[in-house]
């Protein structure tokens, strides 16, 4: 019989660091991955690749709240969307723990506050080389970043200037880059944001917790296998097996302990596929809350454009500016950050509209200065994740809090048209932006309001653990996969204390 001392299912930024963490115990671990390894090829940094043939998405499709399919943006292999992710790797807020009121509702607080986690966001980012410097106004007060900050380019620099000369607080965006400048480290390319890295140097599951967990007698990993149920015993109180599709054909694989970590939705989704007698509306699902309260953040790009002025920025994700966090101007809620970011290809912005020349949109592009602007949404229970009688994953998502990110789009169009741009573009994926997905299995002290404990443990059953980012409450305005990181530390911690 396959059995194991742990099952983790799932490489993303939680599977992946909860499995570096357990791999240092005697347990005996297999990690579950429907994806392969990503090859290190030519294409990791070919534009063309990359957002026209989406070489590396996700094949399957999901429906929306109306029924129709769309591609997510989402991607899997080892290291989940962490190998494809920009690394801008931020601790929450002090704030962010706490209930706060926003123009749309209150975003409600955490069952752990700030300095729960502090020690776990310490070894986070030690785990996944972050850089970083003092300088943003609203970070809470912490140790010193382990790696010091990128510089910023010229011409960032010079941006950083003018953005103090408007009374702004630009700081440098923390950054999870290996060896940066090192023989073979991080070469600060303009291929990072949404590609993989060819160089293995960007901090990111797959190369700082997968591969070293690998590297333990106790771990073993199967990829291209898709966990598609959930056992329970017959009490239903305890999970005691995962089927498995391998390569083809059903395995049955029994441990004591299951750590899920398939992603916000692939994770509410498989316990909706899981249900039993016991568990008559999928498992862990007392509260009725598995799936809902999906979040995904509001995220709006922009580009500044000058035609006399070429942009010969490299590696342009350096700059942060988070002024508009806590309160906007002229209003006391929240708006969210602003981030510079990677350079956009000619064949990225082509996707927009695609009959536009290639040569024009290089023009164009080299002339630009990008930006990401990205506010909270707010946890509602009728967005979730649902699964229909095909099997398929729908998502019913009405994104809300949208008139603060139009103050912020509205905010920072005035501070990039100060700065000299002629036009400013935008650009949004609007509600089919999957990438920060988050909230559909929520934890919390109450297992009426909630579906996982503090500790993740599901409150319904007592050898099953969440990990990926379905635990968020509130989506903050930050990146999220710092956050997940330590999480995914602090149980893993608890799971050695506890469990083994
Ligand atoms: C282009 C892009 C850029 C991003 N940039 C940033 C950034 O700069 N900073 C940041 O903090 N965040 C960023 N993100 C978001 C970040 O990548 C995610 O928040 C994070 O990876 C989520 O971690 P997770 O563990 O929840 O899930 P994932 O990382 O998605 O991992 C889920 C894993 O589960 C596997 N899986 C799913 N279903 C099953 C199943 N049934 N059986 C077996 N395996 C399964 C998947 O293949 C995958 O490996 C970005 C995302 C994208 C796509
Ligand atoms: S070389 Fe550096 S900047 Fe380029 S993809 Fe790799 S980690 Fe990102």
Redo the contacts with the bound molecule.
């Keep these: 019989m396959n059995r194991y001392d742990i099952i983790i299912?799932?490489?993303?930024?939680?599977?992946?660091t909860i499995a570096q963490a357990l791999s240092q115990t005697s347990a005996r671990i297999l990690i579950?991955?429907?994806?392969d390894f990503v090859p290190q090829e030519e294409e990791n940094w070919e534009p063309e690749a990359v957002w026209k043939h989406l070489r590396y998405r996700a094949r399957e499709k999901w429906l929306d709240d109306r029924g129709r399919e769309f591609a997510p943006?989402?991607?899997?292999?080892?290291?989940?969307?962490?190998k494809?992710?920009?690394?801008?790797?931020?601790r929450l807020r002090r704030e962010d723990f706490q209930a706060m009121e926003h123009l749309d509702g209150v975003s409600p607080a955490w069952p752990i506050d700030y300095d729960t986690l502090a020690p776990y966001y310490d070894r986070a980012e030690r785990l996944y080389h972050v850089r970083g410097a003092d300088g943003d106004p609203t970070e809470p007060a912490r140790a010193p970043y382990p790696y010091g900050a990128v510089p910023h380019a010229p011409e960032m620099a010079a941006i950083v200037e003018q953005l103090r000369a408007q009374g702004l607080h630009p700081s440098p965006l923390p950054l999870g880059l290996l060896r940066v400048g090192e023989d073979d480290g991080c070469i600060l390319c303009n291929t990072c944001?949404?590609f993989a890295c060819k160089l293995h140097a960007k901090s990111e599951?797959d190369v700082c917790c997968v591969r070293p967990a690998l590297s333990r007698p106790n771990v073993t990993l199967w990829t291209n296998?898709?966990?598609?149920r959930l056992m329970t015993d017959p009490s239903g109180h305890r999970v005691e097996a995962a089927d498995?599709i391998r390569n083809g054909e059903m395995v049955r694989v029994h441990a004591p302990l299951i750590i899920l970590?398939?992603?916000?939705v692939?994770s509410a989704a498989?316990l909706l596929r899981s249900a039993n007698d016991k568990h008559p509306t999928g498992l862990a699902n007392s509260s009725g809350l598995v799936g809902a309260r999906y979040m995904a953040h509001l995220a709006t790009m922009m580009q500044g454009f000058h035609p006399l002025r070429k942009n010969s920025t490299v590696f342009q994700k350096t700059v942060a500016i988070n002024d508009f966090y806590l309160r906007g101007p002229k209003t006391s809620y929240p708006l969210g950050q602003i981030q510079s970011q990677g350079r956009t290809h000619g064949v990225m912005a082509q996707t927009v509209v695609p009959w536009i020349p290639l040569w024009a949109y290089e023009a164009w592009v080299s002339r630009g200065v990008d930006w990401l602007v990205m506010s909270e949404d707010l946890p509602d229970a009728s967005n979730r994740v649902t699964v229909d009688a095909q099997d398929r994953i729908q998502l019913h998502y009405r994104p809300n809090n949208l008139a603060a990110h139009r103050r912020l789009v509205a905010e920072t169009k005035r501070i990039l048209r100060r700065l000299g741009f002629w036009i400013v573009m935008t650009h949004s994926h609007g509600s089919t932006n999957t990438?920060?997905?988050?909230g559909t299995l929520c934890f919390g002290t109450d297992p009426r309001s909630s579906v996982l404990d503090p500790y993740c443990r599901a409150h319904d059953i007592e050898n099953l653990f969440v990990?990926?980012?379905?635990f968020f409450p509130s989506s903050a305005a930050v990146?999220?996969?710092?956050t997940?990181a330590a999480q995914a530390l602090r149980v893993a911690d608890y799971i050695r204390d506890t469990e083994l």
């Design positions: 299912i799932g490489t993303g930024a939680g599977g992946g579950v991955e429907r994806g943006y989402t991607h899997y292999g080892v290291g989940g969307n962490t494809f992710w920009g690394s801008v790797l931020y944001n949404s599951a296998s898709t966990a598609t498995i970590s398939c992603g916000a692939n498989l990438t920060h997905q988050c990990v990926d980012a379905s990146n999220p996969g710092l997940i």
